[in-house]
């Protein structure tokens, strides 16, 4: 049976067993989010030997270099030494200032970081607090124009690290993990197509970074954007996007809340096939937009997506 090892620490597990739990038995803690290789937060960097990895194309061609993998997604099949992620020598430090309630349920953080990070808009960082629990959340500030990396967090229920954030005061310290893509993205070769953006819940934070990014890049297509909400006060960001569809009359913003969902999609017509079309929010919602939009003749690769699963 294969060996793995940990800093001085080495045990014998079984071959073919999952790199994540058998660090996660073995004590180490190594944290994770969704186990199918896109939250990223349970990297680890293999010092000798290689696992068997289920995604080698989820993390960039320097990264796999450099001996990074994901651990939910890698199988020991023989002698194995790794390092876990350190956020205080692998990441980047942050710190807190602003932190502010959006909604009853939605809690703003903005952050500076210790060194300026290029990203695109609808991409997402790894967040690690104080107490070493980490979490993907996407960027919804927008790049190369505000001077800070802002996010929603949904707080309806309990979590690991939406329970730390509530207590965060500004000024505190973070680290950022790493920066990685989405699904979500803006094409300036769109700029005259139809563009829809279909958001559920705290899904709208990407959704805010890309419509503004697709406003600042002068898009000349209509825009639709839907948010879908738990109740009417859950619309948080209800009068910056109606200040944005005054000043531009391409856009027309929707607020809905579940009672509105099946007219509100019965009425969804296409203007065009080349309609682009992204959506953001809980499994069962991106699904149902989605089903709706290939009902009424979105071509499937039109249709960009990212999935936000629960934190505990």
Wanted: charge should be negative; charged fraction near 20%; proline fraction near 5%.
């Amino acid at each position: 049976m294969p060996e793995l090892r940990v800093g001085e620490q080495q045990w014998t597990v079984a071959s073919g067993s999952n790199l994540l739990d058998a660090l996660n038995t073995a004590g180490f803690s190594v944290p994770y989010s969704c186990r199918a290789g896109s939250c990223h937060a349970c990297l680890v960097r293999c010092l000798q030997g290689r696992p068997q990895d289920a995604r080698p194309d989820a993390l960039s061609a320097d990264q796999h270099r450099l001996g990074w993998r994901l651990s939910c997604q890698c199988r020991v099949e023989d002698d194995l030494q790794v390092a876990l992620f350190d956020p205080h020598q692998d990441g980047i430090g942050a710190t807190l200032i602003a932190h502010d309630w959006l909604s009853p349920t939605v809690l703003r953080l903005r952050l500076q970081a210790e060194r300026a990070l290029r990203y695109q808009a609808g991409q997402h960082l790894v967040l690690w607090s104080a107490n070493g629990v980490a979490r993907p959340y996407s960027l919804a500030s927008l790049p190369d124009e505000e001077r800070f990396l802002e996010f929603h967090l949904d707080c309806r229920r309990p979590g690991a690290f939406c329970d730390a954030a509530r207590q965060l005061q500004v000024g505190d310290a973070l680290r950022l993990g790493e920066l990685r893509g989405g699904a979500l993205h803006y094409d300036p070769d769109w700029q005259e197509r139809a563009l829809w953006l279909l958001a559920a819940g705290t899904g709208l934070a990407p959704l805010w970074g890309i419509l503004r990014e697709a406003l600042r890049q002068e898009h000349h297509g209509p825009i639709r954007l839907l948010h879908l909400a738990h109740d009417g006060e859950e619309h948080y960001q209800a009068s910056a996007l109606a200040e944005l569809a005054n000043d531009h009359p391409q856009l027309q913003v929707e607020l809905l809340t579940a009672q509105d969902v099946p007219q509100a999609l019965a009425s969804i017509r296409l203007q065009s096939r080349q309609t682009i079309a992204l959506a953001c929010g809980s499994p069962a919602s991106v699904e149902q937009f989605s089903r709706r939009l290939f009902l009424a003749g979105l071509p499937r690769n039109q249709l960009f997506a990212d999935i936000f699963i629960g934190h505990a």
